[in-house]
């Protein structure tokens, strides 16, 4: 229990300092200076303590609930993933309720900006195939969905992403879907305020902020653990830092894609990256 | 795990008081003093050769808990200073590792 715990608030805190360091990378790629790294973590205390009001247009409780299942699909991720390296099926299934929650928060709060961002959370379910497709083939490969044999056939035949570089690749797209002011987040266009959070206030923005922490950091870790073989600490942190540059030099040079490019775009190099391994590992 | 949860809020604890500090230091609206901080440089350096050499979870704190107070600083203050901090440490870490494998 200890240890869910203390991995829990790790990912929460480092998380948060990735995630500014994003914020920090974008910012100097634009020639601003941006804030400090710090201030993701502190936005995200700062709303525990902000007033909390809740809209009369809400489907009371999912509105709140949901908030709470967001914040206990990430914690489940942290268990399966860090903490007991269980199996790479469950963390599928933790994206894909990622994805349902993104979904219902749009629709429960009424906002018509929440409720087009839950039509557009359907649409960028399609970052789930790039998903699914790297997880079969991290099975095809090592023969084990588990994350420590993975982990241990890693050891001995040196790390993935060289034998399945596009597998990898793929993987990668994931985590640039899921990293702020991505070309692929179309929940949260701007011109759809703040997307299926646009109403979420106080506490419940803290639960999702938290939430998203954590998912950053789950998503990094699942992502160096199953490509980049046994890595000591050292070499959890330079990977997800750098992962984190590139993605905020990406994210700061790209516009968001409309809504069908950015589905097209997934599943086209999903489907090229998936063809291209299973030819790799057929020859 | 205990020591890196004891890292990281020792690091963010040290980013927020570096942050209110240096707000106290610089009120202007633009950054109006670029020169490098003599003091903060050292504490830098002291800071970032704790967290990257020492093996003991409290002087590692500390270590991170002042690379943190410089880092932390508002934007534009402390970045020269931190720079030459993770420098120096980076060049001690490589030479203790290389003096021991010698």
């Not at chain 1, 206990?72 to 860090?82: A, L, Q, S």
């Not at chain 2, 890196?4 to 707000?23: D, E, R």
């Not at chain 2, 934007?75 to 200073?81: D, F, N, V």
């Not at chain 2, 120096?88 to 494998?101: C, Q």
Request: hydrophobic fraction near 55%.
């Amino acid at each position: 229990m200890a240890d869910i715990l203390i991995n829990v608030i790790i990912a929460f805190l480092a998380g948060s300092l990735l995630l500014g360091l994003h914020r920090k990378i974008m910012a100097r790629v634009q020639k601003r200076p941006g804030p400090p790294i710090i201030q993701h973590l502190l936005h995200s205390l700062k709303f525990f303590f902000k007033e909390t009001a809740f809209p009369k247009t809400a489907s009371m409780p999912f509105y709140i609930g949901i908030v709470f299942i967001l914040a206990v699909v990430w914690v489940v991720g942290v268990i399966v993933g860090p903490v007991t390296k269980g199996s790479l099926l469950i963390l599928f299934g933790v994206y894909a309720v990622y994805k349902i929650v993104e979904h219902n928060s749009g629709s429960s709060s009424g906002s018509p900006y929440g409720k087009a961002s839950c039509v557009r959370a359907v649409l960028s379910a399609a970052t789930e195939l790039p998903l699914f497709a790297a997880v079969v083939l991290v099975y095809l490969k090592t023969g084990s969905m588990n994350i420590g044999n993975i982990i241990s056939y890693q050891a001995s035949n040196g790390p993935l992403a060289f034998s399945i570089p596009l597998a990898a690749i793929m993987f990668f797209l994931l985590l640039l879907a899921k990293s702020p002011y991505s070309p692929f987040a179309i929940t949260k266009d701007k011109t759809l305020v703040s997307g299926f959070e646009t109403e979420h206030f106080g506490f419940l923005r803290g639960f999702i902020m938290f939430s998203e922490s954590i998912s950053w950091y789950v998503m990094l870790w699942v992502f160096l653990t199953i490509f980049f073989g046994p890595l000591g600490v050292v070499g959890y942190v330079v990977g997800m830092i750098v992962i984190t540059f590139i993605t905020g030099f990406i994210n700061a040079v790209t516009p968001l894609l409309n809504p069908n490019h950015s589905v097209m775009s997934q599943i086209t190099l999903g489907a090229a990256c998936f063809v291209g391994t299973v030819i790799m590992i057929l020859i | 795990m205990l020591n890196y949860l004891i890292y990281l809020l020792t690091f963010v604890i040290g980013s927020i008081a570096g942050l209110v500090y240096s707000y106290k230091l610089h009120g202007e609206p633009f950054v109006a003093d670029s020169s490098l901080n003599i003091l903060y440089c050292i504490i830098s350096v002291v800071g970032w050769v704790l967290a990257f050499n020492s093996s003991n979870m409290l002087l590692g704190g500390i270590g991170f808990l002042l690379a943190g107070f410089v880092m932390g600083g508002r934007p534009g203050y402390g970045r020269k200073e931190t720079a030459i901090g993770i420098v120096i440490a980076i060049i001690v870490y490589l030479v203790l590792h290389f003096m021991v494998s010698v």
